[in-house]
């Protein structure tokens, strides 16, 4: 047998050259006849069909990169976010709003009283209207070492556009009931004069379905509001766990202007408004 041939073998360099010869023959296709082939079969050892059918298969590929100049636009845009990264204290806190009360009064009431339908944005517009007449801190500004508070909303609803984001403003937002502002922001009837200034933002990932998020404020404003999409999940109520369409909404805030007090409190009135959206009728 070959191993007894093996261990007899003496001669170091025999030795050597054997095995290099039996390793060689496993690993490549080099065919190897032993010296006593009375109990081996005459053809060489080669490869199976298995292994050479699994070798891979090199298909040329082509790898393409196309370079396009960046817009003013969207050089202007990272400088401003970057801006607000350097110089803000963002901290962001969430919530769960149950949204049926909204859906409730979106698909029935509005419609029926005043032959329009609109989306979620003006409800959540007059929410934050109100509740920043409340906490007037979340409205305010730094303007070096002093802080400005504001007695008037300008709120800036970021959009996004072919080019990138933009924030159209509705001035004096706090003067407008919740089907103007659901109007305005439907129709978009804003002009250029409407795309700068603010104090307050909202920002709606929802239309991209977005579960949550973490919004980003914009300079010189201290807080933005991000809504998102709505899901149907479990939730108590009155002890019974039943399935209601929740959005998770976020708040971020500068922290170096306003207190987990502060912005815990917004969020929370935010959430009761929408959730008994009837205070906002009566408000307006």
Known sequence: MLANRIVT???????????RVIGLQHHVAFPYYPRN???????????????????????????????????????????????????????TTFD???????ISMYKDAVP??????LGFMGAFAKACTLALSEIPSVNASIEGDEIVYHNYVDLGVVVATPQGLATPVLRNAEKMNVILL????????????????????????????SLYGTPMINLPQSAVLGMHTVKEKPMVVDGRVVMRPVMVVALTYDHSLLDGREGTTFLVRVREYLEDPQKMLVSG
């Open 9 to 19: 073998l003496t001669n170091r360099r025999t030795l050597g050259s054997l095995t």
């Open 37 to 91: 082939n009375r109990n081996y079969s005459s053809t060489p050892l080669t490869p199976s069909d298995s292994l050479r059918n699994s070798a891979p298969q090199h298909a040329p590929t082509t790898r393409l990169e196309t370079r396009v100049k960046m817009s003013s636009m969207r050089l202007r845009i990272g400088e401003r976010l970057k801006e607000s990264q350097n110089t803000a204290a963002p901290l």
């Open 96 to 102: 769960e709003i149950d949204m049926s009360s909204l």
């Open 112 to 117: 029926e009283e005043h032959g329009v339908r």
């Open 182 to 209: 659901g109007r305005k922001a439907r129709e978009r009837t804003l002009t250029v004069e409407d795309m700068s200034g603010g104090t307050f933002a909202i920002s709606n990932g929802g239309v991209f379905n």
